[in-house]
């Protein structure tokens, strides 16, 4: 197995949450986190290593990283695994995946890449690589089914793990923050390439906010202590150590529900945020060069996951250009403040959760061993 961020860990926990009583000897390694590592499985480089974003960032680190998809490949080609899964992390994953199914090793991949966003050529290589698709949006098994690709269904696994109705209060007990007043979470991103353009406009709209209300109490989330230390880096670089936030060392889902608002880098943590049923407001920074080139490669409007699966702008997204700490804190503010709009959201959240609920271990783990059956046969 291979996952190769904090958001894939957790994917990936989940998965063996299912698969490792049914394979209780089996022997599971490759790159994942501390929460795959909780049911046996041996990480044989640090996952961090495959945490970089952006086209021009991973170029940066591209030697390495090839160097480390190279000898893995070569090591799982004379170990002969029953399988192989990808967990996410589609470009290092598939270049894997592709040398293992010509060799006979069935694959699976973990959560298609957004081919429905943009990309969607990639199905094609996809069908080169990938054995077994597992998708956990609804809308996916269509477009693998129609390329030929085998496909399940499994759930969004987080759907199963974020209460439907969330306790704020706990949260913000377990936090040690107060049962009233005005809370916001900020979660500018788990990597570090992320955290070094969304830092600064981000505590910069925490500044504009708590200018405009002192009583708001503003909460971020940090990966892991490199990040923690990065950031806190860039912020006093802005000049911005005076804002007063409060740093967890994880803990990111209890600032979630802690939260009466929440300004969130793009991508799955947008989810766990709907999830969550609360208001945010979706931003994303990057290197201009790799901006320059994404931005139009797009197949629709949206970036952000709720708004994708809502097929609708339910909360604001604000990219590049636009995320500037004054947009950042307005749309912020409606968020925390405009009642009306603040019971929608709830509503369509609490919806978007139920269309998602599924038993992904069990699903999913069943696929694992459907999969190993059949190359056993």
Known sequence: MVAG???GDLLASRLLSGLRPQLPEARIHGIGGQKMAAYGFQSHWPMEKLSVRGLFEVLAHYREIKGIQNTLRDMLLADRPAAFIGVDAPDFNFGLEAPLKQAGIPTMHFISPSIWAWRGGRIKKIARAVSHMLVVFPFE????RKAGIPVSYVGYPLAEVIPMVPDTAAARAAL??????KIVAILPGSRMSELKYNTVAFIEAAKRLVSRDPSIRIVVPMAG???RAYFTELVSNAGLQEVPLELLSGRSH???AAADAVLVASG??????ALFKKPMVIAYKMMRASWEILRHMGYQPWVGLPNILARDFVVPEL???AATPEALAGALWTQLTDEPLRARLHQRFTEMHHSLLRDTARESAQA????IGRSAA
Request: net charge negative; no cysteine.
């Open 268 to 273: 799955t943590a947008t989810l766990e945020v």
């Open 254 to 256: 209890e600032a979630i």
């Open 5 to 7: 961020e904090s958001s």
């Open 368 to 371: 694992v061993m459907q999969l």
């Open 141 to 144: 098994e269509e477009i693998y």
């Open 176 to 181: 040690g923050l107060p049962a009233d007043g």
């Open 319 to 321: 990219l590049q250009d």
């Open 225 to 227: 202590e490199r990040q």
